[in-house]
């Protein structure tokens, strides 16, 4: 990372102390970051993401450029060659590139799933990858849970790694795991006891940092699966995969409570994706309801046309400030499963909102590809489903927080 980006971070980092108790001033914070992000942006304007759409076809160019300016990496800390900023920093990141109409998509997950080398990691392997992915070398972006016959029960998972020596060797399958051709290293969920030999059915589960280039066509298939977005998501087939034993990220058998903090981060950063989409519809609805004159008038002097736009805002601008909160506690190292749950239920039905009304303002101008509404509309409605759908975190809610009983 050069001189002037890290001491641009660093700014950023000194800048965040000031503004934490502030919840309002956090849903704009880390404006340089912001800023830059958004310059950064506009070397990959409609045309660039329409084209790969159509082709389904990785980002590749973006994600070296946000790569090289030390984006990616805002989460590693200074000692391993990151910015050492927190959640908050790398939130206002990804939040601005979909307020720019880019999408994050390609590589978010390396700011989710390093929290779970971060904290759980040993020294070895955080020495050993981390300063390469802080430089761009090398990608952590696949992040390995869904299976086919489990689904959102994470506790019922197949796929399984049984210790021979220095190797797991594991066999099973996943589904839906986006970016694993686009990716360098993946961290894998796998079962490692049995679930009839453990007290509590989450207990037995283990995380692998599976090396990808290595294990393709060693024990592991990866087969594209085509979705309604370019999301590059796979499913992958597990066939006596060797692993060492050295590549177990934290105890054997704790898996599922490390992949949880992982989980609230990737929560509160995809809440922040869905802000950036929403004030991107609700600016591009704006401006055209301005514009675009029928019978004589904007549309947007037509109450019909205004109040759905209006309440989007309302909704995104609430949606943000319980991001924000959540990724305030986060960094504070607090218990925010609530806060992050309910951010990405928010946010994402704020964003789906919004596109809907911004198509809707559009008329038929609203379908039409040269737009970007259409796709960045089918971008954004991912998000009340995966990663993790909105029943789920309702039940999250109504158990955890409120105390009913839980109905699975
Ligand atoms: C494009 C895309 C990319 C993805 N990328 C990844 C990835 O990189 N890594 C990864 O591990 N996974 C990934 N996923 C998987 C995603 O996390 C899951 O699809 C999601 O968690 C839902 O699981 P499921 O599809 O098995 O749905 P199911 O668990 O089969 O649920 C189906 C529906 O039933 C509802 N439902 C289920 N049980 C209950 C209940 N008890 N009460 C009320 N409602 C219930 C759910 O809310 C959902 O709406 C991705 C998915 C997609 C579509």
Not at 48 to 60: L, N
Not at 185 to 202: A, E, G, I, Q, Y
Not at 306 to 331: C, G, K, N, S, Y
Request: glycine fraction near 8%.
């Amino acid at each position: 990372m050069s001189m002037m980006r890290r001491r641009g971070l660093a700014y950023a980092k000194a800048l965040s102390m000031v503004t934490l108790s502030d919840a309002a001033a956090m849903t704009n914070d880390f404006v340089e970051i912001r800023d830059a992000v958004a310059r950064l942006c506009t070397d990959f304007p409609g045309h660039y993401w329409r084209e790969r759409d159509r082709a389904r076809a990785y980002p590749t160019e973006f994600v070296e450029a946000l790569s090289a300016a030390g984006y990616l990496a805002v989460l590693i800390p200074e000692e391993y060659g990151g910015a050492g900023l927190g959640i908050r920093a790398a939130a206002a990141v990804l939040e601005e590139i979909h307020r720019s109409g880019c999408n994050g998509a390609a590589c978010h997950a390396q700011m989710y799933t390093m929290g779970t080398l971060l904290k759980h990691g040993s020294e070895a392997q955080k020495r050993e990858y981390l300063p390469r992915i802080a430089a761009g070398n090398l990608r952590l972006q696949a992040f390995g849970v869904t299976e086919p016959a489990s689904g959102t029960d994470t506790s019922r998972i197949r796929t399984a790694a049984v210790r021979h020596g220095d190797v797991y060797r594991v066999n099973g399958q996943k589904v839906f795991i986006s970016r694993t051709e686009h990716s360098d290293l993946m961290l894998l969920l796998v079962r490692t006891t049995p679930r009839n030999d453990v007290t509590k059915p989450t207990d037995g589960l283990s995380v692998l940092l599976v090396d990808l280039i290595e294990a393709v066509g060693n024990g592991l298939t990866i087969k594209p699966l085509a979705t309604m977005m370019n999301h590059a998501t796979t499913e992958l087939f597990f066939d006596d995969l060797e692993v060492p034993v050295a590549n177990l990220v934290g105890a054997e058998g704790k898996g599922f409570s490390y992949i949880l903090d992982s989980m609230n981060a990737e929560r509160i950063l995809i809440a922040s994706e869905c802000v950036g989409d929403a004030r991107w519809f609700i600016a591009k609805a704006a401006a055209y309801a301005n514009e675009r004159q029928v019978f004589g008038r904007p549309i947007g002097q037509n109450q019909g046309v205004q109040f759905p736009i209006a309440r989007a805002h309302v909704q995104t601008e609430a949606a943000a400030l319980m991001a924000a909160t959540a990724a305030q506690l986060f960094d504070a190292g607090e218990t925010c499963g609530a806060e992050a749950n309910m951010a990405k239920l928010l946010a994402s039905e704020a964003s789906a909102f919004a596109a809907d009304v911004c198509i809707q303002t559009h008329g038929g101008y609203g379908f039409a590809e040269e737009y970007d509404i259409e796709r960045k509309f089918r971008e954004t409605r991912l998000y009340q489903v995966a990663p993790v759908s909105t029943n789920l975190i309702l039940s999250y809610v109504g158990t955890h927080v409120l105390g009913m009983p839980k109905s699975f």
